[in-house]
């Protein structure tokens, strides 16, 4: 099943590296990742979609948060969540085409972001499923080119987040004690 | 004050109490080099950076502070790899400080230049790339919680000359903030119940002590929890220490080379209690097959080693010793008498085929070496060994009743880790017994150390298990390659000229009437000795389970008469 990860990093030169470093190292397969700036400016957010089953995804948040600079994770995929991705959609557009393509991209709630002489290119945002079904209508034009955020993620209001990992939240961290030896 | 940045990284290091560092002077730390000498530090200068790293290690282990390891950048930094992943396996607290090129070097492949922050990425807890020298104040605080605290291991600092050089004004951080770092602290009384609870309801539990009861200074509870529950202890190559291995709960190592009868107590348990291990692939055999029976309580405090193997019932998050204090309250008193009749029975079948019962056939086996290197140091001595046969047999033979006495590379299995882990066992406690256990192959791989020993004045004694061969390899050949004995003979060097060029005294020992007196002449020589001790050079570590296959499934040693006597 897919498993929708959103995860608050310290914003530090090298936190991307570490996190890709991890999925690579541990073997998780991710199929999408997307970094961007929150509201904070020592804070970035990542959204990471993977593909596996419960046991694995619960391993890609514990080891997440063996990170460092990792500050928290949550698991959205159980919960009423927003999840959208953009994908720009270079598509084959002859002069009695492009109408029908516009017609097909407003239908997806999309829009038609550059003309030249024979493409255009469709800006569509919305869940997977959606975009997939636009670009499965787009493909007999022709696509030319095309590329996609990856998913971005935030839990609905009134929600809770869930936090799988002993240790997130409260429990922990106290910067001034010392292990004693005896 | 305004101090250089070498400065206050000397200073922000004695205010975390180091006493000692070891390392190598070269062009990207020189400012750091120039810096120690205004401080009371001991420094040891290596012959490779790998011994620093060891050494830090070694002196880590034995003592549960951090180790500091210092080299320079490119060739110097890469040459601590192995030693860092060595550390990180087995949550070592070590901090290693390498030089770097000047900052605005960086990316244009500089003399000695090496992405030492990248190379070491995977292999340490955590590391930093240090540019300015305000920063090394800060960093070098965090570096020291994070590598001691948690789970520990390896932090490495990379300072660019520049920000050793740069003035600036020095700031000890009165507390430091790491918003991402909280390691779990203790279970909640209702998991502890549940513990508690599957601990009464069963019949054949087993407890199963890792290195983390060492850690966490929490093998006094563990001994607590087995005595008053009445629970068997089976230990990890690293927990090994935990429990005296006098006491009658002890079933000694599990695992690859673990004893049989602990072998056959965990595969017929029906609660495992695992304390401060990960069911690493050498202690679980083939997990599918692994303790079918038995219910499994994991206390553990990084929540990515919890399900990573094996699939558990209860996990128990936090610091073992706060996990094991919080937990002994719900524990009742217990008897489990006809478990303890049936392991009993499974060591009597054991000692049967033990090499130790042996009668003396005129040959020299590294099992009774072992023992009699135990008998000649009453037991208390602290052993670092390499990796190999020795190293199993040293698990096997030489019984610990203290912990923090048996200094090995259990996770990475580095070989070479032996005599330079001596050397920084040696200086947490110069009046301590420090033996090497090392194998011909082993030995050479970390040999130049001789001289730092020497170097040092450092009273270490090793004894060379020498067979001529890279003797595990050669075992597994024999096992599973019908005896194709590639690229395994060893032809060794006169390890006794080598010992004796570098001043110290050695003997050679190739008959066992010639061991009591070889252990003799060592322990009465001042300072280090060298045996170098010539063993039946095709002996096998006996049992052994084949890598994957099931835990109960162990190759035994044949049964051979006991001696009349």
Known sequence: ?182 | MELSGAEILWECLMREGVEVVFGIPGGANMPIYDAMLKYPVHHVLVRHEQGAAHMADGYARASGKVGVALATSGPGATNLVTGIATAMMDSSPVVFITGQVHAHLIGGDAFQETDVTGITLPITKHNYLVTRAEEIAQVVREAFYIARTGRPGPVLIDICKNAQIQKTEFVYPEKIELPGYKPPRTAPPSELKKAAQMIKESRRPVILAGHGLLISRAYREMQELSHRAHIPVAMTLLGIGSMPASDPHNLGMMGMHGEAYCNLAIQNADLLIALGMRFDDRVTGNLKTYAPHAKKIHVEIDPSEVHKNVVVDLPLFGDLKAVLTDLLPYVEEARHDEWFDQIEEWRAESDSRDIIYWPDDGKLYTAHVIRSIWEATQGKATLATGVGQHQMWAAQYYPFEEPYRFITSGGAGTMGFGVPAALGVWFTDKSRDVWVIDGDGSFQMTQAELSTIVQEGASVKIAIMNNHFLGMVRQWQEFFFESRYAATPLHGPDFVKIAEAHGIPAQRITKPEEVKDALQFANQTPGPVLLDFWVEKEEAVYPMVPAGADLHDMIRRPVREKSPA
């Open chain 1, 1 to 182: 099943m897919q498993h929708t990860l959103i995860a608050l990093v310290e914003n530090k030169p090298g936190v991307l590296n570490r996190v890709a470093s991890l999925f690579r190292r541990r073997n998780f397969n991710i199929e999408s990742l997307n970094v961007g700036h929150t509201d904070r400016k020592d804070i970035s957010r990542m959204t990471i979609v993977i593909n596996s089953d419960e046991v694995d995804a619960r391993k890609v948040e514990a080891n997440l948060y063996k990170l460092v600079n990792v500050i928290d994770v949550q698991d959205v995929s159980t919960q009423p969540a927003v999840i959208r991705d953009l994908a720009l959609i270079k598509v084959k557009a002859a002069l009695d085409q492009r109408a029908e393509i516009a017609n097909l991209a407003s239908i997806f709630r999309g829009r038609i972001v550059d003309v030249a002489a024979d493409s255009v290119i469709v800006e569509i945002t919305g869940t997977e499923d959606k975009i997939e079904s636009l670009i499965e209508l787009l493909r007999p034009f022709g696509i030319l080119e095309m590329v996609r955020t990856g998913q971005v993620a935030m839990l609905r209001g009134g929600y809770e987040p869930v936090r799988h990992t002993p240790g997130a939240g409260s429990n922990g961290h106290h910067p001034e004690e010392v292990l004693e030896f005896d």
